[in-house]
């Protein structure tokens, strides 16, 4: 797929989402747990360097797991989220034996057996990163958490009182 391409799927993927008004991380993925049927369960965790990765999700029989660093900012592991659920949608599924190994010493409460998929960023292909991101990225911009509209709040009061509004 073309960069183009890349960014009609992952817009055309974002603005079939029902994000939550105020929007909230936690808001958006109680609304994807209830439309997929599936729950979404956060899980903060020391990652560290083992897994080359500071978020994971794995899909087992009954939910979805995103596993995120916990030390780190509450804004980066809200972003970490959005990267994974970006995953999630663009549906970036594969299975691999040697990881499944690795991480249930890592996660030993989570039986092998359960996990049906397992991803890892360093599993995914540079275009799949791309699309994670990208997905991540126009969440964040739909659910204006980015940067607030420059009209607004302070500043906007300001442009008024010096007459520059329009
Ligand atoms: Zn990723």
């Known amino acids: ?3 183009r ?4 799927r992952c ?3 974002v603005g079939a989402l029902d994000l939550p008004r105020p929007f909230s991380v936690e808001a958006l993925i109680h609304e994807l747990s209830v439309r997929r049927g599936r729950p979404i369960l956060i899980h903060t965790v020391s990652l560290g360097s083992s897994l080359n990765a500071c978020g994971l999700w794995i899909a087992t029989e009954g939910s979805d ?4 660093e916990e030390k780190t900012t509450k804004f980066h592991q ?3 989220i959005l990267h994974e659920i ?3 949608l663009c549906d970036h599924g594969i299975t691999d034996q040697e990881n499944q190994g690795a991480l249930s010493t890592l996660l030993p409460s989570i039986s092998p057996e359960l996990i ?3 991803l890892a960023r360093t599993n995914y292909t540079t275009e799949q990163e791309q699309e994670a991101e990208l997905v991540a990225s126009l969440i964040h911009a739909a659910a204006g958490m980015l940067t607030p509209s420059p009209s607004t709040g302070v500043r906007g009061a300001l442009e008024a009182a010096l007459g520059i509004r329009e």
């Open 65 to 68: 797991n995103i596993y995120v």
């Open 5 to 8: 391409q890349v960014r009609k």
């Open 86 to 88: 970006g995953h999630i």
């Open 11 to 13: 817009q055309a993927l």
């Open 1 to 3: 797929m073309t960069t």
């Open 116 to 118: 049906s998929r397992l």
């Open 78 to 80: 809200e972003h970490i």
